[in-house]
Protein backbone atom coordinates (compact mmCIF):
# COMPACT_ATOMS: atom_id res chain seq x y z
CA UNK A 1 0.00 0.00 0.00
CA UNK A 2 1.40 3.35 -0.77
CA UNK A 3 0.25 5.62 2.22
CA UNK A 4 1.45 9.05 2.25
CA UNK A 5 2.93 10.07 5.69
CA UNK A 6 4.34 12.92 7.56
CA UNK A 7 7.24 12.71 9.97
CA UNK A 8 4.97 11.78 12.42
CA UNK A 9 3.68 8.42 10.74
CA UNK A 10 0.09 10.43 9.73
CA UNK A 11 -1.37 9.95 6.51
CA UNK A 12 -1.59 13.33 5.48
CA UNK A 13 -1.19 15.76 2.64
CA UNK A 14 -2.20 19.62 2.82
CA UNK A 15 -3.55 21.63 -0.49
CA UNK A 16 -5.97 23.87 -1.33
CA UNK A 17 -7.57 22.14 -4.32
CA UNK A 18 -9.45 18.68 -5.31
CA UNK A 19 -11.36 17.03 -7.46
CA UNK A 20 -13.49 13.51 -7.29
CA UNK A 21 -10.92 11.85 -8.89
CA UNK A 22 -7.68 13.19 -8.64
CA UNK A 23 -6.48 16.14 -6.56
CA UNK A 24 -3.79 18.35 -6.16
CA UNK A 25 -1.45 19.85 -3.14
CA UNK A 26 0.18 23.11 -2.75
CA UNK A 27 2.79 24.66 -0.76
CA UNK A 28 3.48 21.98 1.09
CA UNK A 29 5.41 21.80 4.84
CA UNK A 30 7.46 25.01 4.02
CA UNK A 31 9.21 24.49 7.27
CA UNK A 32 11.12 22.09 5.40
CA UNK A 33 9.70 18.96 6.75
CA UNK A 34 10.30 15.23 4.92
CA UNK A 35 6.81 13.93 3.29
CA UNK A 36 7.14 9.90 2.85
CA UNK A 37 5.47 7.31 1.10
CA UNK A 38 5.33 4.13 2.56
CA UNK A 39 7.43 2.15 -0.43
CA UNK A 40 10.98 1.89 -1.34
CA UNK A 41 10.60 2.99 -4.56
CA UNK A 42 9.25 6.81 -3.82
CA UNK A 43 10.12 9.03 -1.14
CA UNK A 44 9.29 12.61 -1.47
CA UNK A 45 11.52 15.02 0.26
CA UNK A 46 11.09 18.79 0.50
CA UNK A 47 14.28 20.94 1.06
CA UNK A 48 14.36 23.38 3.71
CA UNK A 49 13.91 26.77 2.60
CA UNK A 50 12.61 25.12 -0.84
CA UNK A 51 9.33 27.86 -0.79
CA UNK A 52 6.23 26.41 -2.55
CA UNK A 53 6.10 23.02 -3.90
CA UNK A 54 2.91 21.44 -5.69
CA UNK A 55 2.55 18.14 -5.11
CA UNK A 56 0.03 16.21 -7.78
CA UNK A 57 -1.71 12.50 -7.16
CA UNK A 58 -2.53 10.86 -10.09
CA UNK A 59 -5.83 9.73 -10.82
CA UNK A 60 -6.95 6.22 -10.16
CA UNK A 61 -7.79 3.71 -12.71
CA UNK A 62 -11.01 1.53 -10.27
CA UNK A 63 -11.91 2.10 -6.98
CA UNK A 64 -13.43 4.69 -4.40
CA UNK A 65 -13.03 8.42 -3.29
CA UNK A 66 -14.36 9.55 -0.59
CA UNK A 67 -14.83 13.41 -0.59
CA UNK A 68 -16.53 16.03 1.44
CA UNK A 69 -15.19 14.01 4.55
CA UNK A 70 -15.44 16.27 7.81
CA UNK A 71 -11.83 17.53 8.25
CA UNK A 72 -9.53 15.58 10.72
CA UNK A 73 -12.05 12.67 10.27
CA UNK A 74 -9.98 10.54 7.10
CA UNK A 75 -8.20 8.58 9.60
CA UNK A 76 -11.08 7.42 11.56
CA UNK A 77 -12.22 6.43 7.63
CA UNK A 78 -9.10 3.97 7.37
CA UNK A 79 -10.27 2.61 10.34
CA UNK A 80 -13.77 2.20 9.40
CA UNK A 81 -12.56 0.72 6.13
CA UNK A 82 -10.31 -1.71 8.27
CA UNK A 83 -6.53 -0.28 6.45
CA UNK A 84 -3.87 -0.75 8.15
CA UNK A 85 -1.55 -0.94 5.70
CA UNK A 86 -1.85 -4.93 5.11
CA UNK A 87 -4.51 -5.31 2.41
CA UNK A 88 -2.21 -4.07 -0.51
CA UNK A 89 -4.46 -1.55 -1.93
CA UNK A 90 -3.06 1.59 -2.97
CA UNK A 91 -4.51 4.62 -0.79
CA UNK A 92 -4.17 8.21 -0.78
CA UNK A 93 -5.30 10.36 2.27
CA UNK A 94 -5.70 14.33 1.89
CA UNK A 95 -6.45 16.10 4.82
CA UNK A 96 -7.37 20.09 5.48
CA UNK A 97 -7.95 20.76 1.75
CA UNK A 98 -9.89 24.03 1.20
CA UNK A 99 -13.75 23.56 0.41
CA UNK A 100 -16.29 25.45 -0.81
CA UNK A 101 -18.89 23.99 0.94
CA UNK A 102 -16.97 24.32 4.17
CA UNK A 103 -13.94 25.81 5.25
CA UNK A 104 -11.45 22.36 5.49
CA UNK A 105 -12.50 18.62 4.31
CA UNK A 106 -10.46 15.24 4.02
CA UNK A 107 -10.61 13.36 1.31
CA UNK A 108 -9.35 9.25 1.00
CA UNK A 109 -9.12 7.48 -2.37
CA UNK A 110 -8.93 3.79 -2.28
CA UNK A 111 -8.05 1.48 -5.74
CA UNK A 112 -9.58 -1.59 -6.74
CA UNK A 113 -11.71 -1.45 -3.93
CA UNK A 114 -15.73 -0.49 -3.99
CA UNK A 115 -17.34 -0.02 -0.85
CA UNK A 116 -19.89 -1.59 0.73
CA UNK A 117 -23.18 -0.35 2.63
CA UNK A 118 -22.08 -1.16 5.95
CA UNK A 119 -19.00 1.01 5.48
CA UNK A 120 -20.84 3.96 3.87
CA UNK A 121 -23.46 4.01 6.38
CA UNK A 122 -20.56 4.47 9.36
CA UNK A 123 -18.66 6.90 6.98
CA UNK A 124 -22.22 8.90 7.65
CA UNK A 125 -22.05 8.91 10.99
CA UNK A 126 -18.50 10.85 11.36
CA UNK A 127 -18.94 12.65 7.92
CA UNK A 128 -22.67 13.40 7.20
CA UNK A 129 -21.71 15.16 4.05
CA UNK A 130 -19.27 12.76 3.03
CA UNK A 131 -19.67 12.10 -1.10
CA UNK A 132 -18.81 7.87 -1.87
CA UNK A 133 -17.23 8.28 -5.96
CA UNK A 134 -17.58 4.81 -7.62
CA UNK A 135 -14.45 5.27 -10.58
CA UNK A 136 -14.13 2.81 -13.20
CA UNK A 137 -11.78 3.05 -16.12
CA UNK A 138 -10.91 6.54 -14.70
CA UNK A 139 -14.63 8.02 -14.76
CA UNK A 140 -16.67 8.58 -12.28
CA UNK A 141 -19.66 5.77 -12.56
CA UNK A 142 -21.63 6.34 -9.76
CA UNK A 143 -21.53 9.42 -6.99
CA UNK A 144 -23.89 9.45 -4.04
CA UNK A 145 -24.26 11.61 -1.03
CA UNK A 146 -24.09 9.20 2.71
CA UNK A 147 -27.60 9.89 4.17
CA UNK A 148 -28.27 8.36 7.86
CA UNK A 149 -31.90 7.29 8.11
CA UNK A 150 -34.36 8.18 10.88
CA UNK A 151 -33.05 5.08 12.81
CA UNK A 152 -29.62 2.46 12.53
CA UNK A 153 -29.23 -0.87 13.26
CA UNK A 154 -26.61 -2.89 14.26
CA UNK A 155 -23.97 -0.31 13.16
CA UNK A 156 -22.72 0.55 16.80
CA UNK A 157 -22.66 -0.91 20.30
CA UNK A 158 -24.79 1.35 22.70
CA UNK A 159 -22.23 2.64 25.58
CA UNK A 160 -24.32 1.96 28.53
CA UNK A 161 -23.18 -1.59 29.65
CA UNK A 162 -26.03 -2.19 31.13
CA UNK A 163 -28.35 -2.01 28.14
CA UNK A 164 -30.31 -4.77 27.27
CA UNK A 165 -28.35 -4.91 23.84
CA UNK A 166 -25.52 -5.58 25.90
CA UNK A 167 -26.70 -8.34 27.86
CA UNK A 168 -25.86 -11.39 25.59
CA UNK A 169 -29.31 -11.00 24.51
CA UNK A 170 -30.30 -11.61 20.91
CA UNK A 171 -31.08 -8.12 21.04
CA UNK A 172 -30.03 -5.82 18.10
CA UNK A 173 -28.25 -2.14 18.95
CA UNK A 174 -31.14 0.40 17.69
CA UNK A 175 -30.77 4.06 17.60
CA UNK A 176 -32.65 7.06 16.89
CA UNK A 177 -30.97 9.26 15.03
CA UNK A 178 -31.87 12.61 16.43
CA UNK A 179 -29.21 14.80 15.00
CA UNK A 180 -26.50 14.26 11.90
CA UNK A 181 -24.44 17.14 12.41
CA UNK A 182 -23.41 17.21 15.65
CA UNK A 183 -24.47 13.79 15.59
CA UNK A 184 -26.82 12.86 18.70
CA UNK A 185 -28.34 9.03 19.04
CA UNK A 186 -30.53 7.89 21.17
CA UNK A 187 -30.89 4.66 22.42
CA UNK A 188 -34.21 2.91 21.30
CA UNK A 189 -33.74 0.67 24.60
CA UNK A 190 -32.17 2.15 27.23
CA UNK A 191 -32.60 6.14 25.86
CA UNK A 192 -29.02 6.31 26.14
CA UNK A 193 -27.61 9.57 24.51
CA UNK A 194 -24.58 8.99 22.02
CA UNK A 195 -22.64 11.72 20.28
CA UNK A 196 -19.71 11.40 17.73
CA UNK A 197 -17.37 10.85 20.33
CA UNK A 198 -18.95 8.14 21.82
CA UNK A 199 -19.21 6.65 18.11
CA UNK A 200 -15.15 6.91 17.19
CA UNK A 201 -14.19 4.89 20.18
CA UNK A 202 -15.64 2.08 18.35
CA UNK A 203 -13.76 2.21 15.21
Given at each position: M???????????????????????C?????????L????????????????????????????S???????????????????????????????N???????????????????????????????P?????????????????????????????????????????????K??????????????????????????K??
Open positions: HLIRDVQNLAILLGRKSDNVGFEHDLFKSGKERVKDELEVIELSKGSGAKDLYVKKIRNGVIDHISAGHALDVLKILGIDGGEGHIVSVAMVSSKAASKKDIVKVENRELKPGEVDKIALIASATINIIRDYEVAEKTRVKLPESIRGIVRCANPACVSNAGEPVEPFLVERQDPLRLRCFYCVRIMEKQDVLQF
